[in-house]
């Protein structure tokens, strides 16, 4: 009689995990789907400005303008720091 409720659980627990074999198998399937969506995606916006030489132009002019915004912004950044230091050096 042990024998056989052990071998119930045994199928029980061999059942279950088959089940979260599956499960897993699905959301991983489903992981892979959606990477294959986005590189899909990716090679047709590489494909799209390799051979749009008006686009390669204007995302290398937002790169360069973002860049120099970038610079602008740090600088600024830096005179506020030292401006507020120097401001709290004279309240003391």
């Known amino acids: 009689m042990a024998e056989s409720e052990s071998q119930e659980g045994d199928d029980y627990n061999r059942g279950k995990m088959v089940e979260n074999i599956k499960t897993d198998m699905e959301e991983l399937l489903e992981e892979m789907e ?9 090679a047709y916006s590489y494909t799209a400005i390799q051979s749009n030489a008006d686009l390669s132009n204007a995302m290398q002019h937002s790169e360069d303008a973002f ?8 600088k600024k950044w830096q005179e506020v720091l030292l401006e507020s230091r120097g401001e709290g050096e004279k309240k003391e």
Not at 67 to 74: D, G, R, V
């Open 34 to 42: 959606k990477l294959t969506v986005r590189a899909a995606w990716m």
């Open 67 to 74: 860049l120099m915004c970038k610079e602008q912004m740090e």
